[in-house]
């Protein structure tokens, strides 16, 4: 037979541990409440806010030569400068040689010195028309359906 008061001190260990048991449920639940009832509208709009968008990065098109050298498709560096405004918004400048007042960005425009007298064979770069939009390009089905906001090789 056990002596009392060590009945009694696992009596009280037992009933410790419970009630540090139950805290900590307690302390779960509250937390889970804060998250799901009290701050759930701001964990909702923070997730939309959330996405992942798609940004086409420009990379510069190779130099398109004659048999002789001669250059029938280039590229010309354009510098572009972006302003932030108070309010949020930016103001975009083209062709500067140097920003005083924001961020710089290259991008390049296409040159072709002859004109459009090799434009048959070179093609060129234009909006997605009305009749190629939804369409999926066979030779890129990866890629998905033709949107209007983007760009597609023509001749």
């Known amino acids: 037979m056990h002596p009392l008061s060590s009945v009694k001190s696992q009596s009280w260990l037992a009933w410790f541990l419970r009630g540090i048991l139950i805290l900590l449920f307690l302390i779960l639940f509250a937390k ?3 998250v799901q009832v009290i701050k759930g509208n701001y964990y909702k709009n923070l997730s939309k806010e959330n996405r992942i968008r798609r940004v086409i990065i420009p990379a510069p098109r190779g ?3 004659a ?3 001669e250059v029938l498709a280039g590229n010309i ?3 572009k400068s972006i302003e932030f405004t108070d309010n949020g918004g930016f103001v975009l400048s083209e062709d500067l040689t140097k920003s005083e007042d924001g961020q710089l960005v290259n991008d390049y425009k296409r040159y ?3 004109e459009d007298k090799f434009s048959h064979a070179l093609g060129y770069m234009a909006q997605v028309g009305e009749k190629e ?3 999926i390009n066979p030779d890129c089905p990866e890629k998905g359906p033709r949107r209007s ?3 597609m090789g023509k001749t």
């Open 32 to 34: 889970l409440i804060e």
């Open 63 to 65: 130099k398109i030569l």
């Open 149 to 151: 906001d983007s760009l």
């Open 133 to 135: 939009v939804g369409k």
């Open 77 to 79: 560096e354009v510098k």
């Open 112 to 114: 072709y010195p002859l």
């Open 67 to 69: 048999r002789g050298g």
